[in-house]
């Protein structure tokens, strides 16, 4: 129940195209959504979160969709980059009993994206 | 702030050694996490301290494996024995009540 699948493994993507990567969560205690991203020989950073309060959260090009009844969540690059070319992580976790910190992260598998020029 | 410090970078090793990696975090922030990524088994959390206390160790593989908090600025991951199957990128990250992790730059360990 503490899994989260993450898919496709891998996408390559035409500069200017939108890029989309699927997540999938099983417990419903779940309440904290990040995406982090890493580059080669980096460690992961926080890309963008969302809380199950709201169904969306835009930030610049990258976008997150949140279906709460499904389960299941989504990274959406637009106007994709070859900059953007990394690895993209989802992740879920829970907040404490009194709701003042989240601490345990659940990780995707991770997704490797390239975007060609 | 210097972010999340890891040292060393790089370890090369020989089966059968000890082998210590060490974190500080960021300054003022209470949670600190030690993680293991490999291409197989992805990115797994092995031990995260609150206030430098180990709150979950369920990630740790083996007795091998130990790590320790012993302030709130310092952080080791300590494996002895050292064996080929622990060659990994071991990443270090500490967050502010445990909302955003800021991870540190990693150790790449090889075990010949």
């Known amino acids: 129940q503490q899994q989260v699948k993450q898919s496709p493994q891998s996408l390559i993507v035409q500069k200017g195209g939108i890029s989309i990567i699927n997540c999938a969560y099983e417990?419903?205690?779940?309440?904290?959504f990040p995406w982090y991203q890493q580059f080669p020989g980096k460690g992961p950073a926080l890309l963008i979160a969302?809380?199950?309060?709201?169904s969306e959260k835009k930030e610049g090009r990258f976008t997150i969709s949140f279906n709460k009844s499904a389960k299941q969540f989504s990274l959406h690059i637009m106007d994709s980059q070859p900059g953007d070319s990394a690895t993209y992580f989802c992740?879920?976790?829970?907040?404490?009993?009194?709701?003042?910190?989240?601490?345990?992260?659940?990780f995707g598998q991770g997704t490797i994206l390239t975007v060609h020029p | 702030d210097a972010g999340v410090i890891q040292s060393p970078r790089h370890e090369v090793t020989e089966m059968g050694q000890e082998v210590t990696l060490r974190c500080k975090p960021i300054?003022?922030?209470?949670?600190l996490f030690w993680y293991r990524q490999t291409m197989m088994r992805g990115l797994e959390l092995l031990i995260y301290?609150?206030?430098?206390?180990?709150?979950?160790d369920s990630g740790m593989p083996e007795d091998r494996f130990s790590a320790k908090m012993p302030n709130a600025s310092f952080s080791t991951l300590k494996i002895q024995p050292s064996e080929p199957r622990d060659s990994a990128v071991y990443f270090c990250?500490?967050?502010?009540?445990?909302?955003?992790?800021?991870f540190g730059p990693g150790t790449r360990l090889t075990v010949l």
């Open positions: 990250a500490s967050s502010l009540r445990g909302n955003e992790q800021f």
């Open positions: 417990n419903t205690a779940f309440d904290y």
């Open positions: 969302i809380r199950p309060d709201v």
């Open positions: 992740a879920a976790s829970s907040a404490n009993a009194g709701g003042t910190s989240y601490g345990k992260l659940t």
């Open positions: 300054s003022g922030h209470d949670y």
């Open positions: 301290f609150n206030n430098n206390v180990p709150i979950d």
